[in-house]
């Protein structure tokens, strides 16, 4: 599940383009531990699940850090459904 994928998402009034690689680390539930995530050229972090909330290493907006975990947590349930 290492491989990287496209994300593209408006928040706030704003258009966000990047990218997301997992971590090669994985969880006791065979998950990634982080995320990496890059928006419009620029690192925005890397995202984690903490207590079932996202959060990320840098300062960043709170809301678009949830609404990229949200994708992401999209991202993996459809990867398990195929699998």
């Known amino acids: 599940m290492s491989s990287s994928f496209d994300i593209n998402l408006s928040h706030d009034g704003r258009d966000y383009k990047g990218w997301v690689r997992?971590?090669?680390r994985?969880?006791?539930a065979g998950l990634p531990?982080?995320?990496?995530?890059?928006l419009n050229d620029t690192l925005f972090g890397n995202l984690?699940?903490?207590?079932?909330?996202w959060?990320?290493?840098e300062q960043r907006p709170a809301?678009?850090?949830?609404?990229l975990g949200q994708?992401?947590?999209?991202f993996l349930?459809?990867?398990?459904?195929?699998?």
Not at 33 to 38: I, P, T
């Open 55 to 57: 959060v990320v290493d």
């Open 71 to 74: 994708i992401i947590q999209s």
């Open 48 to 53: 984690s699940i903490q207590n079932d909330i």
């Open 63 to 67: 809301s678009l850090t949830q609404a």
């Open 33 to 38: 531990v982080s995320y990496h995530v890059v």
């Open 22 to 24: 997992p971590s090669a």
């Open 77 to 83: 349930d459809e990867k398990r459904k195929i699998c």
């Open 26 to 28: 994985l969880s006791e």
